[in-house]
């Protein structure tokens, strides 16, 4: 892999700093943009899909009684012991 000596050295900075090497730093680094452009394409398929079918009015309405709002212990008004 072919990089500037501007990066090379950039890069030799912070693996020093983190107790790294540059090729840990270099892999973690390569996953972690994957993972985003992954994460990216996801998100764009899902607006395509809406933008394909944006469904229909009150299709993800629910009523207020079907919420689940959790334990009454986190209820405002518990007293604590």
């Known amino acids: ?5 501007e990066l090379v050295e950039r890069v030799d900075a912070r693996v020093k700093r983190l107790g790294t090497t540059r090729s840990a730093f270099t892999r973690q680094a390569l996953r972690d943009a994957l993972r985003r452009l992954d994460e990216k394409e996801l ?3 899902h607006v395509e899909g809406y933008r394909r079918d944006p469904g229909r009015p009150g299709e993800f309405e629910v009523p207020e ?3 689940a ?3 009454d212990a986190w209820s405002a008004d518990q007293s604590t012991p």
């Open 69 to 71: 709002w959790g334990d």
């Open 43 to 45: 998100e764009e398929r």
């Open 1 to 5: 892999m072919t990089m500037e000596n």
């Open 65 to 67: 009684a079907d919420h």
